[in-house]
């Protein structure tokens, strides 16, 4: 399996800020999603991030808000714009394996808007 | 109709039985189903995948796919106190350039002493 890191784990930020979540990868993919799961939720996926082209968004999540770059095949960002207490959540970076198929996540990112 | 549906429990079971976690599912077209378990203020863990009919064992976990009813399991032998968990039911969603997962809620399960 993958071994996946995000930074940073948690953060608490204010309204209107900003935030960039790093996800890194110890080996190539091809693709990387992002989820988010609010407070007792489940997960819901945010986008798609293929290395080389534009992220593919779900319906809902719209690039101005959730702006993603890929620029290499072990790493993605997430940015979570114009912040509102509404996106308090955890986002997670997951990556299909290409050994064995499965989709594994990394630890997430604990986010709090004030 | 939701994509993934789960009980979300919680389900509590003494320790040492078998739990059975179910899970259903709307897409037929769905080919392969993951489970996740999930520790509270943790990230989703992958313990099993399955793709065909029929059962798949791991250790103290079978997993079980029957496509024809649209239904998957997960069962756990022997529960420990340590599988106390949120266990999350996946399916893929494939676009033709990727696989994404929808996600049922989740089912909480709760191994007593």
């Known amino acids: 399996s993958a071994v996946i890191s995000q930074k940073p784990s948690r953060d608490i930020c204010q309204r209107g800020t900003s935030l960039t979540i790093q996800c890194q990868v110890d080996?190539?993919?091809?693709?990387m999603f992002w989820y988010r799961q609010q407070p007792g939720q489940s997960l819901t996926l945010i986008a798609t991030?293929?290395?080389?082209?534009?992220?593919?968004?779900e319906s809902g999540f719209v690039i101005d808000k959730f702006p993603i770059s890929r620029p290499n095949l072990t790493f993605s960002t997430l940015t979570v714009s114009n912040m509102s207490p509404e996106d308090s959540s955890i986002y997670l970076c997951?990556?299909?394996?290409?050994?064995?198929?499965?989709?594994?996540f990394g630890p997430g990112t604990r986010l709090t808007v004030t | 109709q939701k994509e993934v549906e789960q009980n979300s429990g919680p389900l509590s079971v003494p320790e040492g039985a078998i739990a059975s976690l179910n899970c259903t599912y709307s897409?037929?077209?769905?080919?392969?189903f993951f489970w996740y378990r999930q520790y509270s203020g943790k990230s989703p863990e992958l313990i099993m995948f399955?793709?065909?009919?029929g059962d798949k064992e791991d250790g103290r976990f079978t997993a079980q796919l029957n496509k024809a009813s649209q239904y998957v399991s997960l069962l756990i032998r022997d529960s420990q106190p340590s599988d106390s968990a949120t266990y999350l039911c996946?399916?893929?969603?494939?676009?033709?350039?990727?696989?994404?997962?929808?996600f049922g809620t989740g089912t909480r399960l709760q191994v007593t002493l």
């Open positions: 997951s990556v299909e394996s290409p050994g064995d198929g499965g989709q594994y």
């Open positions: 080996s190539q993919v091809t693709m």
């Open positions: 991030a293929n290395q080389g082209s534009e992220a593919t968004y």
């Open positions: 897409d037929r077209g769905s080919q392969s």
């Open positions: 399955i793709y065909s009919n």
């Open positions: 996946a399916a893929p969603i494939n676009t033709g350039t990727a696989s994404k997962l929808t």
